[in-house]
């Protein structure tokens, strides 16, 4: 059973940068594949970012592309999400995902308990 706990939300203003981190535990982290979602307010969740087992595929939601970079390394077991040029509606509660597949769709078998980023104008 893998545990995954966020970390390094908060309240920037536009234009900011954060990064957050997923700490993984329970298992091997480098048989999985990672991702983030996010959660905005009366929103769907939606896929933001997910990186292949060894680091080899990325993908990203078109709006982050450019301006979030997802990470691992799989000694430290975490994954990284480096999100640059923060905007209002990025605002969300983001959630890190561990799947053997790495896919768009949220039917990650493992889920974090999410960290809120708040972005104001």
């Known amino acids: 059973q893998v545990q995954l706990v966020e970390s390094g939300g908060g309240l920037v203003q536009a234009g900011d940068s954060l990064r957050l981190s997923c700490a993984a535990s329970?298992?091997?982290?480098?048989?999985?594949?990672m991702g983030w979602f996010r959660r905005a307010p009366g929103k769907e969740r939606e896929f933001v970012a997910a990186?292949?087992?060894?680091?080899?595929?990325?993908n990203y939601e078109d709006s982050v592309k450019g301006r979030f970079t997802i990470s691992r390394d799989n000694a430290k077991s975490t994954v990284y999400l480096q999100m640059d040029t923060l905007k209002p509606e990025d605002t969300a509660y983001y959630y890190c995902?561990?799947?053997?597949?790495?896919?768009?769709?949220?039917?990650?078998?493992?889920w974090g308990k999410g960290t809120l980023v708040t972005v104001s104008s």
């Open positions: 329970g298992g091997t982290l480098s048989v999985y594949a």
């Open positions: 995902t561990a799947d053997p597949l790495m896919r768009t769709t949220p039917n990650w078998v493992y």
């Open positions: 990186i292949s087992w060894n680091g080899g595929a990325k």
